[in-house]
DNA sequence: GTCTATAAATCGATAGAC
DNA sequence: GTCTATCGATTTATAGAC
């Protein structure tokens, strides 16, 4: 009943695994915009038309590495929305956007910082929910220049820490427990 | 005496400031790895030739436009170091840094956020012991996970959240002011 | 699923006229 | 400073064999 997952769902073959991994390394390195068919087919070992036999064009593939992490946030701000209050949603959002960044830290500073990226996000219908969700869920039920400064702060801050040069050698943990640290900061009144 | 600016100073003729101005716009919107010259001929209206007779390589437009922001940023670096305490360093830094970045919203997204460029700042030496320059103001003198993750925060939040559609709307003052309340925030001991 | 081969367009970059 | 014209390499994408 209801909540059915309107983003598409990470049900991959192993090749499209494959391709999707090396997606994510060479959208990290060069960007989406400057990565092409070839580049991932050869960090594969096959030839491109084997890629389009998997994805028939390249938004494909870009949907489908940005897939990956936004159907966990859909389920993440889903979660937050049955909060008992908003104050609740909030921190609940936070923790589950901290654990996926940490746990998935190129993913998520290609979806937050990649150009393309948000470009196609901004033009992809279901994806494009998902974020007025997120959105509305860290404002806080406010919408005064204060409530949207503090809202764009969340995401920008831990999607530019997760792959920040100073954080690379840092462990899971340790970057969770001091990230965590520094949005609670942000959440504090004053 | 000394402090000689060693990125390249923001000295254009009309022609490099068309082709620079057209640049980030089109950076901004496609990334810097999916801008070709022939977009950037198009925006201006002109050929591909007449930009190769400013810039004779890509590379060199890239150069050109991180220039604008991060000659600036040097001589902030620099009038923070000369403060009289690191606290005080750090707090001139991040107060120039909040200026720069709303000043300049769409250039220091493009700095802080295009895989291409930071690959690219990376690789430049020049820009890269600014950089190291600002992390060691930012860090405060520690280099322990807290500090890290403290110091990786500040830019993140400040160049993510300078492009961050909710912001978009917001007049400048509005936003250096709000931006300023939230970077404060991740100063505080905890 | 993967290959070879190819098409049509575009890429960065250069030469030379005006 | 801008143009036309062109180079060789690379791009997305398809056809068809295995």
């Known amino acids: 009943m209801g909540a059915a997952t309107t983003i598409s769902p990470p049900v991959h073959t192993a ?3 494959r391709i999707i991994d090396a997606a994510v390394a060479l959208f990290t390195e060069h960007g989406v915009g ?44 889903g979660a937050a929305e049955r909060e008992r209050s908003r104050a609740r ?24 910082r990649d150009p ?10 279901p994806f494009r929910r998902v974020m007025e969700r997120v959105n509305r869920v860290l404002m806080g039920g406010a919408s005064d220049p204060r409530a949207r400064v503090q809202a764009a702060t969340f995401p920008s801050a831990i999607a530019g820490t997760v792959v920040h040069p100073l954080v690379l050698d840092l462990d899971d943990a340790t970057l969770h427990a001091q990230l965590t640290k520094q949005v609670r900061k942000l959440l504090q009144p004053r």
């Open 116 to 125: 393309v990226m948000l470009r196609f996000l901004q033009e992809h219908e």
């Open 15 to 17: 090749a499209q695994a």
């Open 34 to 77: 400057g990565t092409s068919l070839q580049m991932i087919a050869d960090a594969i070992g096959v030839t491109k038309a084997a890629v389009y036999h998997q994805y028939s064009t390249k938004d494909e593939i870009i949907l489908a590495v940005a897939g990956v992490v936004l159907a966990r946030l859909e389920t993440a701000v």
């Open 89 to 112: 949603a909030r921190e609940a959002l936070l923790g589950h956007m901290v654990d996926l960044a940490v746990e998935r830290r190129r993913m998520a500073g290609i979806l937050q």
